[in-house]
């Protein structure tokens, strides 16, 4: 309980304090995930929709392989990651290892299936609604995927927030490609093993629970942005 009370307290001051070194990481942290999580929301989405308007053979088991790639060990996509840009691998020179590039990478792949069967989830249902409204009017597949994408837009939001959840928490895989390189790639949750590893446990749930906080800050303000807070869209 010690650890804990001083854990909050000291986070309490470094976040009252603005420590310099803790700014660049939380700001380092955010560019990585968010950037992580639009790449993955672009690809993700318009997948989702696709797989909810589209009847083929392979469509219940790539639906099936989206379902089980949300459980993909981190560690294994920063070891693919990993080997994919070193200097043996193919695309090692492009000096992409060791960089926020290469942990934006490595969250792309893991954020882009848990959102794409979120998002597949969201427009079936909404499919089900607009299917006969959408054949009348003669559209296309991409015009269908369009209006499911931009009607369930509030919907679609969870699968973004969702994606950004698990990016913001990610320490496998950003440790690994990454290197938890002091003020070039390292951020809030490789600072927090770190410390762990060290043995300082105040500072390590300090970090946490401004992790914590951070997480909430950015879900609460885009729910505000987005006014899924007005009436009975909450």
Do not use: C
């Amino acid at each position: 309980m010690d650890d804990i009370w001083q854990g909050l307290v000291m986070a309490a001051k470094l976040a009252v304090s603005l420590d310099g070194e803790l700014v660049e990481i939380t700001i380092r942290s955010l560019q990585v995930t968010i950037t992580a999580t639009l790449i993955a929301a672009l690809i993700g989405l318009p997948l989702g929709a696709w797989l909810a308007v589209s009847r083929f053979p392979a469509r219940r088991y790539i639906i099936a392989l989206l379902n089980a790639l949300m459980g993909l060990p981190p560690v294994v996509v920063g070891l693919i990651v990993y080997i994919l840009l070193s200097r043996a691998g193919p695309f090692g020179v492009l000096g992409l290892l060791f960089t926020p590039t290469a942990m934006v990478i490595a969250q792309v792949i893991i954020i882009t299936p848990l959102i794409a069967s979120i998002a597949h989830q969201a427009m079936r249902e909404l499919w089900a609604d607009y299917r006969d409204l959408l054949i009348s009017l003669n559209a296309t597949r991409m015009q269908r995927i369009a209006t499911l994408v931009w009607d369930g837009r509030r919907t679609l939001l969870t699968a973004k927030l969702a994606g950004f959840g698990r990016g913001i928490g990610e320490v496998g895989a950003i440790m690994i490609v990454g290197g938890n390189i002091d003020n070039a790639t390292r951020v809030l949750t490789t600072a927090i093993a770190l410390e762990t590893g060290k043995g300082d446990f105040a500072l390590a749930l300090a970090l946490g629970f401004i992790l914590i906080g951070l997480a909430v800050a950015v879900n609460l303000g885009i729910h505000m942005l987005s006014r899924t807070e007005q009436g009975s869209l909450w």
